[in-house]
């Protein structure tokens, strides 16, 4: 077996060698080791072709604090980077990275406090780490000095260009009059991005990582049909299907992002959009609940995504058609990483199949495809993973749920009790949507596909609410909340202030029925009796009348619990 290259193998200072150990980062990725191998890296401009996800941040990252002997006072290193949120993580990265060196980083990214990174630059950062438009903001306004740079860095270079940033880009490279050497790093070399070299890199060593970018070893292609105006249903089926740890959704828009993640909330999912019209605070939201895992689900424009660096994204999902082969390439870049095999997902009508076979001709893409799994076949499914879980002999029992198992038994039978553990469990479980009957929707007229596409969905829907009603809204009730739209309310802050007064899941609770001076909310069992508990802090919130809170006792379903 071949012995594994190590960043000990290296003449690196043992300052980073002990970040990197810290880290527990033992062997570098292709490119780390194709750079590092260069003598003469910091003697000549750069262009790295790699493909997304392959460590560019560490690739450029070493030899630059490499080659700092002495601590400057004056930033020698710009990174640039096409949005806020990459540009973020690779000064968070740089910073690590440096740690052991004392090395202060600058970021400068728009939707961010001005004065706060003036601050920062006066406070001597050796590198600054930032996007073009905020970068060439602060030039002019004379907060960041040019004399000492001697390095420039483009990561996502063919991005940066995507996104317009070419006079930006240009006015940057003539502030910069004493630069060295520019580091362009790009995962497609497109026509715009050949012309910025040739124009502001002179004789550029080239190190190309994979001349076919479609091929990632650790990516799993599949293919799933479905019928074209039932999208968000059919991801449902996927995602309870595939069951990802962290799943990546790619939108085309913002609005379908929103769109996209309410659905996936409302069918039981824990989601959160991401798209560039939201705000810092917002995206950093978003992105820190993903990361930890409170969220499984991003859904994200390509804008928005773009060079974001998350652990473990199990599964990238595309809802429908992307761009064009690089677009795809760079979406599937988010899952697959540091050897942990990653699924990329496409969901495609059968309208888009010929688009996506001619787009995807030239490529070694080894493509799965796959049929759309129906209720029933998610609900064999979800039967085999209870089956496993129950006879693993090799999962511990907790004793107290051991003894309780054995007095069970004693009580009733225990095919009886099993059953109805396995329905309860049911319950509490989305078993997705019955889609078969609509893939000949495409076949139909353009008024035929209309006018059945409004009824289908309203069946699915009135079908999906009463699965809902019969199993956990059961023995449930309705309470009546006295406050409304007139009091600013609306559904989703609504249905997040019941889940914190509350302390349960939004599963709990059911349709929420919002008027001008009152709500009607439907609350499961479970949700009700915790509801009789915490009265005081309804009242204290002015969501009930103080006066009327003697009047909420239990009742079906049926009733409601008026004020």
């Excluded at 907790?398 to 009733?412: D, F, G, I, N, S």
């Excluded at 059945?452 to 956990?472: E, M, P, T």
């Excluded at 009091?487 to 899941?505: A, F, H, M, Y």
Aim: aromatic letters at 6%; charged letters at 25%.
């Amino acid at each position: 077996m071949t012995e594994k290259i190590t960043f000990k193998q290296f003449p690196l200072r043992q300052e980073i060698l002990c970040a990197l150990k810290k880290k527990k980062f033992d062997n570098p990725s292709p490119v780390q080791i194709q750079i590092m191998n260069e003598t003469n890296i910091m003697e000549e401009d750069l262009i790295v072709q790699a493909k997304t996800g392959s460590g560019k941040t560490l690739a450029f990252g070493i030899p630059l604090l490499n080659a700092i002997e002495k601590i400057p006072t004056q930033p020698v290193v710009l990174i640039l980077s096409p949005t806020r949120e990459l540009a973020i993580q690779t000064a968070q990265e740089i910073k690590w990275l440096g740690s052991e060196m004392n090395i202060k980083v600058a970021t400068l990214v728009g939707g961010m406090d001005i004065e706060n990174q003036r601050r920062e630059l006066l406070n001597g950062p050796a590198l600054v780490v930032g996007t073009p438009g905020r970068v060439l903001d602060h030039i002019r306004r004379s907060n960041y000095h040019t004399e000492e740079i001697q390095t420039i860095v483009l990561d996502e270079g063919d991005h940066m260009l995507d996104l317009g940033f070419r006079e930006e880009l240009e006015a940057i490279f003539e502030s910069h009059e004493n630069v060295d050497r520019i580091w362009l790093f790009s995962a497609t070399m497109p026509k715009q991005v050949r012309e910025l070299s040739k124009n502001y890199l002179t004789h550029p060593k080239w190190i190309s990582l994979d001349e076919d970018l479609t091929a990632h070893q650790d990516i799993k292609h599949r293919i799933y049909l479905i019928p074209f105006h039932h999208r968000l249903e059919s991801l449902v089926n996927v995602l309870l299907w595939e069951a990802p740890e962290k799943a990546l959704i790619f939108c085309s828009t913002r609005q379908e992002t929103i769109e996209c993640a309410a659905f996936l909330n409302e069918s039981g999912f824990s989601a959160h959009a991401l798209h560039g019209e939201m705000t810092q605070r917002e995206r950093n939201s978003s992105l820190n609940l993903f990361r930890t895992g409170i969220t499984n689900c991003l859904v994200a424009t390509d804008v928005a995504a773009r060079g974001l660096d998350i652990d473990m994204v199990s599964h990238v999902i595309q809802l429908g058609l992307p761009g064009d082969l690089n677009n795809y390439v760079h979406r599937s870049g988010r899952t697959g990483r540091a050897g942990h095999t990653g699924y990329s997902v496409t969901l495609l009508s059968k309208r888009e199949v010929a688009h996506f076979r001619n787009m995807f001709s030239k490529s070694s893409l080894n493509v799965e495809w796959k049929p759309l799994p129906d209720r029933d076949d998610i609900q064999r499914k979800n039967q085999q993973r209870i089956e496993q879980k129950l006879i693993d002999r090799n999962v511990p029992v907790e004793p107290h749920l051991q003894r309780w198992a054995e007095k069970l038994v004693t009580k009733e039978n225990p095919i009886d009790l099993i059953a109805r553990l396995l329905q309860w469990n049911n319950e509490e479980k989305n078993l997705g949507y019955s889609l078969k009957s609509f893939f000949d929707e495409d076949q139909l007229t353009e008024r035929e596909r209309k006018s059945r596409f409004l009824q289908d969905r309203k069946n699915i829907r009135g079908k999906n609410q009463q699965k809902k009603d019969s199993l956990a809204f059961a023995k449930g009730g309705t309470i009546r909340l006295s406050t409304g739209t007139s009091n600013g309310w609306e559904v989703g802050k609504l249905l997040g202030t019941l889940c914190r007064i509350l302390g349960t899941s939004r599963q709990e609770i059911g349709n929420i029925r919002l008027r001008e001076d009152h709500a009607n909310v439907e609350l499961s069992q479970k949700a009700l009796k915790l509801f009789q508990e915490r009265k005081p802090k309804f009242i204290e919130e002015y969501l009930i009348d103080h006066m009327s809170s003697s009047k909420y006792p239990l009742t079906n379903r049926n009733s409601v619990i008026s004020n």
